[in-house]
């Protein structure tokens, strides 16, 4: 298990209260389901990309993508703006 630190941007750190907090998960499937319990998150969620270590996951099933140790995950709804 991983642990980690779970960031929050926009419209995710308003549904989700913080800007950040610690995670336990081995996998990005395994993360969105424990943080998607909070139920404004949750609406948020479905539209929002996520990036391991600046690395975009894409459209990956998130329960194939690995978080290594000490990760850093980025949850970025979409952005308006030009």
């Given at each position: 298990?991983?642990?980690?630190?779970?960031?929050f941007w926009a419209?995710?750190?308003e549904a989700a209260g913080v800007a950040e907090e610690t995670?336990?998960?081995e996998t990005l499937?395994?993360?969105?389901?424990k943080i998607t319990r909070n139920e404004a998150l949750a609406r948020v969620l479905p539209r929002c990309s996520f990036l391991v270590d600046g690395n975009?996951?894409?459209?990956?099933?998130?329960?194939?993508?690995?978080l290594p140790e000490g990760a850093t995950?980025?949850?970025l709804p979409p952005f308006a703006g030009g």
């Open positions: 298990m991983a642990t980690g630190t779970v960031r419209a995710a750190k995670f336990d998960a499937g395994e993360l969105v389901t975009p996951a894409g459209t990956r099933d998130p329960h194939t993508v690995e995950v980025e949850v």
